[in-house]
C-alpha cells in the first residue's frame, strides 16, 4: 500500500507502471534468450553432423580406395610370387658355393 506523499498521483501512477512493464516483459525475455540458446545449439549441432559425415565419407572413400588397390595387386603379386619360383633355379648353385665354403673352413 502506498504512503500518502506529496508527489503527484500521475507520477506515482507512471512509476508502478513502468515497474509492471519490466515485470510482465521478464518471462518473454527470458523465454526469447532461451529460443535463442536452443537455436545457436541446433545450429552446432547440426555442424558437427556435417563435419562426421564429411570425415565418413573421407574414411569410405579411402576404404575402397586400398580395396581395389588390393584387387589390381594380385595378378601382380601372383607373378611375383611365380618370378620368384622361376628365379630359384639358381639355388643350387647356392648350395653348391656353401658347401664349397664350409669345406674350405674344415680343411683348415
Excluded: C, W
Excluded at 88 to 97: E, F, I, K, P, R
Aim: charged share 5%; aromatic share 4%; no cysteine.
Amino acid at each position: 500500500m502506498a504512503y500518502n506523499t506529496s508527489v503527484n498521483a500521475q507520477i506515482t501512477d507512471a512509476v508502478t507502471q513502468a515497474n509492471v512493464n519490466v515485470l510482465a516483459q521478464a518471462p518473454a525475455l527470458a523465454l526469447g534468450s532461451l529460443f535463442q540458446s536452443l537455436a545457436h545449439s541446433t545450429g552446432i549441432l547440426y555442424e558437427n553432423t556435417v563435419s562426421a559425415q564429411q570425415q565418413q565419407n573421407t574414411l569410405a572413400q579411402a576404404g575402397a580406395n586400398t580395396g581395389v588397390m588390393q584387387i589390381y595387386s594380385v595378378d601382380t603379386m601372383a607373378d611375383a610370387a611365380s618370378t620368384e619360383k622361376v628365379s630359384q633355379a639358381g639355388v643350387a648353385d647356392n648350395l653348391t658355393s656353401l658347401l664349397a665354403t664350409m669345406q674350405a673352413f674344415q680343411n683348415r
